[in-house]
């Protein structure tokens, strides 16, 4: 296996510039998740790793080796696309062996090779089987089981799992982590599903418009993030923002929201009154209370999952959403009182977006 470094890498279609000097280190044996909306660079990042774009400028390197000008079939890597990419007049087997006889491999080490990589993904009795006999799940594995006989130095997928419905993702979710453990590789993922980052990755890049606006493990995007981009994408539901000014009375700090609401601040933030500021507090990190202590949520939409309850309000001049481990029975129109924590409250300049820690 290898390490993947991307170095000021830029991409321009005519004098449009999709990418604006990107700057990735993906560590050998890791699970990279490059995540964003659409149309923020990911997947052509990974077609540029894979040879299928050119670079407008920078290196890209695998295993210590710059690729920038080596051919896709000769940089050692594997991908797994989104449309299965499968040759329907070949059955399962030929498809996943199709690489290797390109290659000229002795034909028992094919038959070596498949069959383990059929054990790996449960495909032993689908081998006969051409893929319009196959569920959407099955051809998935197929697509990935062609990658893993070529033993590659890095595993890219380019939004394998967004052409199967929501119960099926979740089992692909596992499946693929669970491969990737098991052949110890490297792995650069790309989807637009905030979920399937935080659910599969060791390392997430958050992309927009070309740019990276944070790296990190998932749980230290979640509890850190640099601004409220990676705050509103990270998570689901997303991090609430209320805009409002710090400001200090009593010694105390708090945030004055525009209806006058007061949102409470850890000791030691008053290293910013005045400041214009967003208030992001996660929609768990409520405390239902009273009308003494707690601000007044007028109830708009109650979305009971089952695991737990999502509370959709008005707060403070702001809509939110707040979620409840235990049962409520919450109804619209229904005025409840809560408490944000504030020692898990973030403050985020309003003007440049960029936290305030």
């Known amino acids: 296996m290898a390490s993947v470094e991307i170095r000021d890498v830029r991409k321009s279609f005519g004098s449009t510039e999709v990418l604006h000097g990107v700057d990735i280190t993906v560590p050998d044996r890791s699970f990279t998740v490059l995540v964003g909306p659409s149309g923020c660079g990911k997947s052509t990042l990974l077609r540029m790793i894979a040879g299928l774009e050119e670079i407008t400028s920078g290196e890209i390197a695998i295993g210590g080796q710059v690729v920038n000008t080596i051919p896709p079939k000769q940089r050692d890597i594997a991908m797994v696309f ?16 199709f690489s290797l006889s390109l290659a000229k491999i002795d034909k028992a080490k094919i038959d070596e090779l498949v069959t383990r990589a059929a054990d790996i993904l449960n495909l032993r009795d689908l081998l006969d089987r051409y893929p319009r006999q196959l569920s959407g799940g099955q051809r998935q594995r197929v697509a990935m089981g062609r990658a893993i006989v070529r033993d590659p130095q890095v595993f890219l997928f380019d939004e394998p799992l967004s052409n199967l419905d929501a119960k099926l ?21 790309v989807t637009h599903d905030q979920i399937e980052a935080m659910t599969m990755a060791d390392q997430i890049v958050v992309m927009r418009d070309g740019n990276i606006e944070q790296v990190g493990a998932p749980l230290d995007l979640y509890d850190n993030p640099d601004n409220t981009f990676v705050a509103g994408f990270i998570g689901s539901p997303a991090m609430n923002l209320i805009e409002g000014t710090v400001q200090i009375a009593n010694g105390h700090a708090s945030v004055a929201a525009e209806d006058g609401s007061l949102l409470e601040l850890a000791p030691g933030r008053g290293d910013v009154e005045g400041r214009q500021v967003y208030y992001g507090v996660r929609p768990e990190h409520f405390t239902l209370t009273d009308e003494t202590s707690g601000l007044p949520v007028d109830v708009v939409v109650v979305e009971p999952t089952g695991a737990e309850i999502l509370v959709v309000g008005r707060m403070a001049g702001t809509e939110v959403q707040v979620s409840f481990k235990e049962r409520h029975d919450f109804a619209y129109g229904q005025r409840i009182y809560l408490q944000p924590r504030r020692e898990l409250a973030h403050l985020f300049d309003r003007a440049s977006g960029q936290v305030l820690r």
């Open 82 to 97: 989104q449309n299965y990419a499968l040759y329907p007049h070949m059955k399962v087997y030929d498809n996943m062996a």
């Open 169 to 189: 993702r979740v089992q692909m979710r596992t499946e693929i982590r669970e491969l990737h453990q098991r052949l110890n590789s490297t792995s650069i993922y």
